[in-house]
């Protein structure tokens, strides 16, 4: 996510603050290991199981997983007639995974005759994430898609006074926050929950997945009869990685103004 998706120096932008230039095309390709064992689960089979995999980053795009042919099971797949075309990489052929009654239409792809500037695509095939039950990034689950080594999540502890308001009503007020800097995002601030008025906040069946901090759960900020929809949320049981922002909880919509020592964000 660094490197091909902004600010990272393969982005594709110009506008960078350096004292050199990358060239070559606006859309970049780069491809380099993986460090560690991936596995992929459907309906109990392991469909896919390598040691030497491969993570392409893209410009704009997240890193996707390619592994050698031959960690594929290809006693589970079958060829189908779809077809895609990439400028920056060649044809795709695709194939379904079939396990009894299952099947995962078009799970996997390949580029078989990859373009002249993408050579080592050869030999390589990719997997949709969504497509199979379960991934293991060694014999942990991975949530979300398979982190990138060039991605970083940072938490740090803040005695910097933060108040999260709408319009004059105060709906959290600490001094003992958590500022969270994800790579590509802009800063976070986590809000222990004894610090804010979760009475004016009701939950939400709304879910998301961060591949480095877990599943969120969502909150409504409910204010004289106006609804503030999932403008909060946590991790509950976040990640290991991330365990400091368990209980903690972060503000974001248009309706709510965020103050660090007392000048808003």
């Not at 380099?32 to 109990?44: K, L, M, Q, S």
């Not at 050698?68 to 079958?78: F, I």
């Not at 991605?151 to 007020?173: C, F, K, M, N, P």
């Not at 961060?210 to 106006?226: E, F, I």
């Amino acid at each position: 996510m660094t490197l091909t998706r902004l600010p990272g120096p393969l982005a594709g932008s110009d506008d960078q603050l350096t004292n050199y230039r990358v060239d070559g095309p606006a859309h970049r390709l780069l491809m380099h290991p993986f460090p560690r064992r991936v596995r992929a689960e459907f309906t109990g089979e392991t469909v896919l199981d390598t040691r030497n995999g491969v993570l392409v980053h893209e410009t704009g795009l997240l890193p996707q997983l390619y592994v050698p042919e031959a960690d594929l099971r290809a006693d589970l797949l079958k060829s189908t007639d779809l077809h895609t075309h990439c400028p920056f990489k060649g044809d795709a052929s695709y194939r379904s995974i079939h396990v009894g009654d299952r099947v995962a239409e078009n799970a996997v792809w390949n580029y078989p005759d990859p373009i002249a500037s993408a050579p080592w695509l050869a030999g390589y095939a990719a997997l949709y994430w969504d497509r199979v039950d379960r991934w293991l990034d060694e014999d942990e689950e991975a949530v979300g898609h398979l982190p990138d080594p060039f991605h970083r999540v940072d938490i740090r502890a803040t005695s910097q006074r933060v108040r999260v308001l709408a319009g004059e009503t105060v709906l959290a007020d600490s001094s003992r926050a958590l500022l969270l800097s994800e790579t590509g995002l802009p800063n976070r601030y986590y809000l222990p929950a004894e610090d804010i008025s979760t009475e004016l906040l009701a939950a939400t069946v709304t879910r998301t997945v961060c591949p480095y901090k877990g599943w969120a759960s969502y909150w409504t900020v409910n204010l004289d009869g106006v609804e503030l929809t999932d403008a909060v949320w946590g991790y509950q049981e976040p990640l290991p990685e991330s365990a400091q922002i368990a209980g903690y909880r972060s503000f974001l919509h248009e309706q709510l103004t965020t103050e660090v020592d007392g000048q808003p964000l």
